[in-house]
Every structure is written in structure tokens, then in C-alpha cells.
């Protein structure tokens, strides 16, 4: 318990990781005598884009004891249950391949699914397609809500997509309703103590605010971690290229699918995430390949969009970590602490989960830094290896349509972590071994990287001699299993 009463902890920026940190801490330590602070500045001009998360957040809103009911209308959200990704690998004549999230359903299917790979890798012609071993990319390809049924014995795991605006405001309403003041001040010096720490903050009308500890969520701009207690960035430019996005929405759906879609474009990927009162869509690129006004003809174009339809909306992004998460009396949380290209709609999740960690640091060392060096280990490993998956779509790709995927192709800079199990993978080796002796369970699981592998046709030749036998697939009688649950499921609704 801190030692002085009431302990103050100070947020600097709003949005969601703002208000999804001040609502973890107020309900954690809200009998903990623990003040928590919210300063935003009133000017900020935020880009309500569609954005998608991991089932991490479904457990933030059961935490919060906050019902879908309550918010997802509040934020024009839709269930997620499935990434869908199309033309990165033509060469291996997949046109497409899904990412589902697990399901309890799942432990029918998993090893079957695991065993057919290695069958695979070995040669022989059997199925190895996620979307058919996986009961969530079922739900995706029906257009099946995750909701279950009455009556139905497993746990479905799913996601959300939602305005990223919309959820900031409902968050805010709901952290000030519990007791998380809020101000709106526009940060314009930072005073530190003799030790290098931060001891106060100062607005442009002469507002002071002082506090215990700060937490830096004012996205690139880092007016905390970076500006003032000069934290490094490490860029990890020479593994990701992409650093720019356009963003264009169009029209809701009638029927809004359960799944985000990721395609290829010439240098990059586009996104598709459903809500209910539109569609959001983007183009991540790199402006290493291909300028601003180039990518955006390229997005009207993949949309069927003309100039006087749409306003685009441009974006630059800073891909990487900090040196440091955690620094002094400063945690950087969402843009000012890292980023990694949404392709797999990890950013939420990383706040969520880089937030909870250190409150249990934190708390467990009685609301001092004893555990700061073993927390920045452990956010660091994370987004290390969130990279690493991200990296291996690139590294897969078999697209030849221009130099960008030509040179993720080629690039050699790989960690050794994902060196290891790729030629884990190549060698016919157990893969699921070695993730589990790297310890790295927790970041992506072995399901996802047979979805992501096994999706990407990363295989030998067929052998030549094929004894029709050993598909699990076919012998389990999952498909069978599968159809037969899918009835039970309805339509995504209106709430």
C-alpha cells in the first residue's frame, strides 16, 4: 500500500490507452488510496478510424463489469472471431488463408491440425488449411455471431471491431464516473526533481499539477518518456517497413462479417473492419516504396472509390519500442511507449496487458521501482516477439509485383528467435517443442504459427508417390462436427 494518502498517479494523454489505463487503475486500487489524474489537452483532433482487437479486450470489459450491451452499440462495434488475409502468397496458390482466434471447440482439432502440417512438410497431399481445422474461421465464413447458443458446453473466444473515438469518449465517461478526474490542460513545460524524475507538470493558462508517478499517453509525441526524460527509441524500421497509412471509410454493411480482412496491395497491405454504421478501411505502406498520393489512387482504386466520394485521412507511423517502458517515475503506455503495425490488431492488446503487468509490479513492491527492471524485460520480450510474427508475414511473402515485396522477401534482418523456428519448421522438426522451450507460449500461440505458416503454403513439393491415407481432417470428421455446431449459431445482430 503507498505510503503516503492519498498516492497520486498522473496520466498525460487520453484516447484509449489513456482511458482504458485509468480505468484499470481506478478499479484495482480503488480502495488502495490511490488518486488517478487524466490530462488531456482540449485541442486534440482524434481520427475516429476503425480498429480491431484480440479477445484480450473482452476480458477489459468483464473486468470493468461493463455488459456488451452497455458499450458496443455506444462505439458501433461488431464481433471479431477471424483475421482473413488475401494475395500474400499467390506463388503458393492460396488465395487466402484465416487467423481465428482459439476456441474451446478447438481441442478436437488442434492436433489433428498440428499432425497434418507435419504430414505436410513431410510430402503428403492432406489438408492444412487453418480456416478448416479452426471452429472460429467457420463462424467468419457464415457470418455466424460468436454468441453461444443455450446449451452449448464451449467457450468461444472472439474479439471486437469499433470506433476508436467513440470507444475513447465511452471510456472516459465511464473512468469519471468512477472517480478518475479528469482535466483539460495543454502541457507546455515539465519540471523535474534533482534526480532526473518528473515533479510537475505546468499549462499554458499556469495550471500545476503535481503528482507520485506519470503515465505517458500522449502518443508519438512522448511528452514524457521521450521529450522530457529522454528515453531512446529503438526503431524497428530495418525489420517492419511500412511507416505511413491512408484511411478512407465507406458504407456500413447490410450484414457486417465477424472477421477483419488484410490484403495485399503493390507495397503494403489494406485493412477492412466492419462496424455498424460504416466500414473502415486503410492502406499501411512504406514511404520507402511509393508516396502519399500514389497510395491513396491505390486505395480508391482497391475500393472502387473516386476522388469526390471520400476524404482520405493520412498517417504517419513510428514503428518500434522504447528502450525503457517503464523510467523513473514514468510509464509509457500505447504510441509513446511502442508500436507495431496493426496487421494483427495487437496495439490495444499490448496497452492492456503492459498495464496490468506493471500494476502487479508495481503493487507487489509496495508502489516503488524495485520491479522496473524485471517489468521492462518483460514488455520489451513482448513486443519483440509480436515483431517477429509480424515480420514473417513479409519474410513469407511469394508476391512479385514490385520491389517492396521483393525486398521484405530478401531481408535478412530476422532475430534469432524467429531464425530458430523457421528452421525448425524446414527441417521437419516439432515446432510446438521448440516455441515451448523459447518460452513464448504467451506472445503467439503454436496454433497461430501453423495458421500463419500452414496459410502462407510454406511447404515442399508434393512427393510423388501419395498413399491417400493419414488426413485427420477427413479421419476425425471435424468438418462433420463443425456443420453440425454452426446451426446452433445466429446471425450477427443488433443489440
Known amino acids: 500500500m503507498p505510503d503516503k494518502v492519498p498516492f497520486h498517479i498522473a496520466i498525460v494523454g487520453g484516447g484509449t490507452a489513456g482511458w482504458i489505463c485509468a480505468n484499470l487503475m481506478s478499479n484495482r486500487w480503488e480502495n488502495k488510496n490511490v488518486k488517478i489524474t487524466l490530462i488531456e489537452a482540449p485541442d ?4 475516429g478510424v476503425g480498429e480491431g482487437s484480440t479477445p484480450t479486450l473482452k476480458r477489459f470489459f468483464s473486468d470493468m463489469q461493463i455488459s456488451e450491451s452497455e458499450w458496443m452499440p455506444a462505439c458501433n462495434a461488431t464481433y471479431k472471431v477471424n483475421i482473413r488475409f488475401d494475395g500474400w502468397s499467390p506463388a503458393s496458390i492460396i488465395n487466402q488463408y484465416s487467423h481465428p482466434f482459439i476456441s474451446q471447440l478447438d481441442t478436437f482439432s488442434e492436433r489433428p491440425f498440428f499432425t497434418n502440417c507435419y504430414t505436410r512438410r513431410l510430402g503428403l497431399d492432406v489438408e492444412v488449411r487453418p480456416e478448416k481445422f479452426l471452429f472460429n474461421a467457420w463462424l467468419a465464413q457464415h457470418k455466424l455471431s460468436p454468441i453461444t447458443p443455450e446449451n452449448f458446453s464451449f467457450r468461444i473466444e472472439y474479439g471486437y471491431h469499433f470506433d476508436s473515438a467513440m470507444l475513447g469518449d465511452f471510456l472516459s465517461k465511464h473512468a469519471i464516473n468512477n472517480g478518475v478526474e479528469h482535466q483539460l490542460v495543454k502541457i507546455i513545460d515539465v519540471k523535474k526533481h534533482a534526480d532526473g524524475s518528473i515533479s510537475e507538470l505546468v499549462g499554458e493558462e499556469g495550471q500545476k499539477v503535481s503528482a507520485d508517478f506519470y503515465v505517458d499517453c500522449s502518443g508519438f509525441a512522448s511528452i514524457l518518456h521521450a521529450k522530457t526524460l529522454g528515453v531512446n527509441f529503438k526503431s524497428f524500421k530495418e525489420n517492419l517497413f511500412n511507416d505511413s497509412a491512408v484511411v478512407l471509410p465507406t458504407n456500413g454493411q ?10 495485399a496491395l503493390s507495397n503494403g497491405w ?10 473502415g478501411n486503410g492502406y499501411v505502406y512504406s514511404s520507402d516504396f511509393q508516396d502519399k498520393d500514389a497510395a491513396e489512387f491505390e486505395l480508391r482504386k482497391h475500393l472502387g472509390l473516386c476522388e469526390a466520394q471520400t476524404e482520405a485521412s493520412h498517417l504517419k507511423m513510428r514503428v518500434g519500442q522504447v528502450e525503457h517502458h517503464w523510467y523513473k517515475n514514468c510509464l509509457a503506455l500505447g504510441l509513446s511507449q511502442g508500436f507495431i503495425e496493426p496487421l494483427e490488431a495487437t496495439a490495444l492488446h499490448l496497452v492492456q496487458i503492459s498495464a496490468e ?6 503493487e507487489s513492491a509496495e508502489f516503488s521501482n524495485i520491479n522496473q527492471q524485471k517489468y521492462n524485460q518483460q514488455i520489451t520480450e513482448r513486443f519483440e516477439r509480436i515483431r517477429d510474427y509480424i515480420v514473417t508475414h513479409y519474410k513469407l511473402n511469394t508476391r512479385t509485383d514490385s520491389e517492396y515485396w ?3 522477401r530478401e531481408n535478412t534482418m530476422l532475430s534469432d528467435s524467429l531464425i530458430q523456428l523457421l528452421n525448425v519448421w524446414y527441417k521437419k522438426e516439432d515446432i510446438c517443442k521448440e516455441i515451448n522451450r523459447q518460452g513464448i507460449a504467451t506472445h503467439f500461440s503454436a496454433a497461430s504459427w501453423h495458421c500463419l505458416l500452414a496459410g502462407y503454403g510454406a511447404f515442399p513439393e508434393l512427393a510423388s508417390n501419395q498413399p491417400g491415407t493419414g488426413d485427420l481432417f477427413k479421419d476425425n470428421g471435424i468438418g462433420d462436427l463443425f456443420s453440425s455446431c454452426i446451426l446452433n449459431f445466429s446471425p450477427q445482430g443488433k443489440f
Open 44 to 47: 486534440i483532433d482524434i481520427i
Open 254 to 263: 447490410e450484414k457486417p462479417p465477424v472477421e477483419t480482412v488484410a490484403t
Open 270 to 279: 489494406a485493412w477492412q473492419i466492419p462496424l455498424r454504421h460504416r466500414t
Open 357 to 362: 503487468i506493471f500494476m502487479d509490479e508495481f
Open 406 to 408: 521483393q525486398a521484405n
